[in-house]
């Protein structure tokens, strides 16, 4: 029997929501030879995850030699090829810097996929390399409340679920102007980043806190960024926590060794299964958080 705690929230304590974020925007072959770029190797990848227990990809939009892309033709046929291989459900970004709110709309729009992330607050967003002593990359990350506002109500007019990604817990905060207007309707679903410098830093003690500032109803996450991202996939699981890996977050298997987003995906339903919780399909995903497929 699952033990009963408050953590858990609305998730279900025997079946655990894995996500695998495939992609990533700022990742790179140099980095990791196993990433994929082409709507084919994505869709193959998505398929490899499911069968090894995700029930969510999560999806950045590549062109063919690696760069970012916010086209629409390149996210539908991103959709359609996964289709084709899989029932997983999909989840498009919409987190970009300088890119401009209308772009990232329309393939909201135009392609519909199942969940959508959306980036919950702004926020000093960097690397910063110890060796180097100097800063890898240093960014700003605008997510202002009115467009927060326009994804949200594009979202609910294409029948898309909001993924509230929040970096620190005033992001989990900013969900009340949207609740109290009804723009957000429960069961909401969170995902907890951390790791980002700018962000919460990753330990499981800001995981425990950021978990308590959730509705009672909501579903939650959590994403942990490189090599914190094992530790606190522990800790998420036995808290009643879904988790998320993949290559977007961190190349390595806990022992070290650069791996795939399959084996990411495996690792993390062996976990699962270590604490009593089976992986979820699609479908039982979709009832938990109320996705109508």
Same mark, same amino acid.
């Given at each position: 029997?699952?033990?009963?705690?408050?953590?858990?929230?609305?998730?279900?304590?025997?079946?655990?929501?894995?996500?695998?974020? %495939?992609?990533?925007?700022?990742?790179?072959?140099?980095?990791?030879?196993?990433i994929p770029y082409t709507p084919g190797e994505i869709a193959e990848d998505a398929a490899a995850a499911r069968e090894k227990g995700a029930a969510i990809a999560h999806i950045h939009a590549r062109t063919e030699n690696g760069?970012?892309?916010?086209?629409?033709?390149?996210?539908? #046929?991103?959709?359609? @090829?996964?289709?084709d291989?899989?029932?997983?459900?999909?989840?498009?970004?919409?987190?970009?810097?300088h890119e401009p709110v209308e772009t990232r709309l329309e393939y909201i729009r135009e392609v519909e996929p199942d969940i959508a992330a959306l980036n919950m607050g702004s926020m000093n967003y960097a690397k910063y390399s110890e060796s180097r002593d100097d800063f890898v990359f240093d960014m700003v990350f605008e997510n202002?409340?009115?467009?927060?506002?326009?994804?949200?109500?594009?979202?609910?007019?294409?029948?898309?679920?909001?993924?509230?990604?929040?970096?620190?817990?005033?992001?989990?905060?900013?969900?009340?102007?949207?609740?109290?207007?009804g723009e957000l309707e429960a069961p909401i679903d969170f995902s907890l980043v951390m790791g980002v410098l700018g962000g919460i830093p990753p330990t499981v003690e800001? %995981?425990?806190?950021?978990?308590?500032?959730?509705?009672?109803?909501?579903?939650?996450?959590?994403?942990?960024?490189? #090599?914190?991202?094992?530790?606190?996939?522990?800790?998420?699981?036995?808290?009643?926590?879904?988790v998320r890996v993949g290559l977007e977050d961190n190349f390595y298997l806990p022992d070290g060794e650069?791996?795939?987003?399959? @084996? %990411?995906?495996?690792?993390?339903?062996?976990?699962?299964?270590?604490?009593?919780?089976?992986?979820?399909?699609?479908?039982?995903?979709?009832?938990?958080?109320?996705i109508e497929r």
């Open positions: 029997m699952p033990i009963d705690q408050e953590s858990v929230k609305g998730n279900h304590p025997e079946k655990t929501v894995i996500s695998a974020a %495939l992609t990533g925007a700022l990742t790179t072959r140099d980095q990791c030879e196993a760069s970012p892309t916010f086209d629409t033709d390149v996210y539908q #046929r991103i959709f359609d @090829e996964v289709r291989r899989t029932d997983i459900l999909i989840n498009f970004s919409t987190g970009a810097l202002p409340f009115n467009e927060i506002r326009e994804f949200l109500t594009t979202m609910r007019e294409h029948d898309v679920k909001p993924e509230l990604e929040c970096f620190d817990t005033g992001h989990v905060g900013n969900i009340r102007p949207f609740v109290q207007n800001n %995981l425990a806190h950021q978990v308590r500032q959730l509705p009672d109803d909501a579903t939650w996450q959590v994403i942990g960024i490189s #090599r914190a991202q094992w530790q606190l996939v522990s800790a998420a699981l036995a808290m009643g926590g879904n650069m791996s795939t987003n399959p @084996e %990411l995906v495996a690792k993390a339903a062996e976990m699962s299964r270590n604490v009593g919780r089976e992986p979820a399909t699609p479908d039982e995903a979709a009832e938990l958080m109320s």
